[in-house]
């Protein structure tokens, strides 16, 4: 089925250590974004790409580096993880062009990372 | 900067209960869209409805109604006789609209409110 695809579901890391969360569309959407959730927080943006070859920092991006790969894959690199970056992260892509219909925004199924 | 504040955390009706969960938005943008998202248990995103700046209809489907108001800058989401399964955290979210091409851009998201429904 067409949509977000998120790897890993479930990840368990020590701290210091690094990682990396892929993320992948295939309904040829050109932005991408990654958003982590924590209780009590809502969503919060970290990093976002509008198009391939392009990324900007959102309203969370410490701790953090992306690569924007191709059109279809934008990953999430944690270099040296810490337990305040425990939480839920969700990758998301959205049509460019103006439509009624698509509400323009597809959401991965999330990544619940625990940091030690 | 952008802003959405949904000021109630949690909320806790009986089943068949009416319940409007509230919603008030800050932009500097006069065109944007605005979002309700519904996070069951399983905890994956479910969208609900978009709603463009410029289309102040209110909108009902099936036990869901929304109520945008420009002048107010609110956009709340009313559940009609409510039932166990939409116990959930509900998320409103404001995205930008880029001037030409009427793209999405990021979006900004709520707190979220907590909606517990007791049979």
């Known amino acids: 089925n067409a949509g977000v695809t998120q790897t890993p579901k479930f990840q368990v890391l020590k701290t210091g250590q690094s990682m990396t969360l892929q993320c992948a569309q295939d309904m040829n959407h050109n932005s991408m974004y990654w958003y982590r959730q924590d209780p009590g927080m809502g969503l919060r943006l970290i990093y976002y790409?509008?198009?391939?070859?392009?990324?900007d920092k959102g309203e969370v991006p410490n701790g953090y580096n992306v690569s924007r790969l191709n059109k279809r894959e934008f990953s999430l690199r944690l270099e040296s993880a810490a337990p305040s970056q425990t939480s839920v992260y969700f990758c998301?892509?959205?049509?460019?062009?103006?439509?009624?219909?698509?509400?323009?925004?597809?959401f991965g199924s999330g990544t619940r990372l625990t940091v030690v | 900067a952008q802003k959405v504040t949904q000021a109630q955390t949690e909320i806790s009706v009986v089943e068949k209960e009416d319940v409007t969960l509230d919603c008030v938005y800050e932009?500097?943008?006069?065109?944007?869209?605005l979002f309700w998202y519904k996070q069951p248990p399983s905890g994956e995103l479910v969208f609900l409805i978009r709603r463009n700046s410029f289309d102040e209809q209110n909108e009902i489907s099936g036990r869901y109604s929304w109520n945008f108001q420009k002048s107010t800058s609110s956009f709340n989401f009313t559940i009609t006789a409510s039932q166990v399964v939409d116990s959930a955290v509900y998320f409103c979210a404001l995205s930008e609209v880029h001037p030409y091409t009427g793209a999405n851009s990021k979006l900004t998201f709520g707190k979220g409110i907590t909606l517990s429904v007791r049979p």
């Open positions: 998301a892509s959205s049509e460019i062009r103006y439509s009624l219909t698509n509400y323009g925004y597809t």
């Open positions: 932009t500097r943008d006069t065109t944007y869209y």
């Open positions: 790409s509008a198009s391939e070859g392009t990324t």
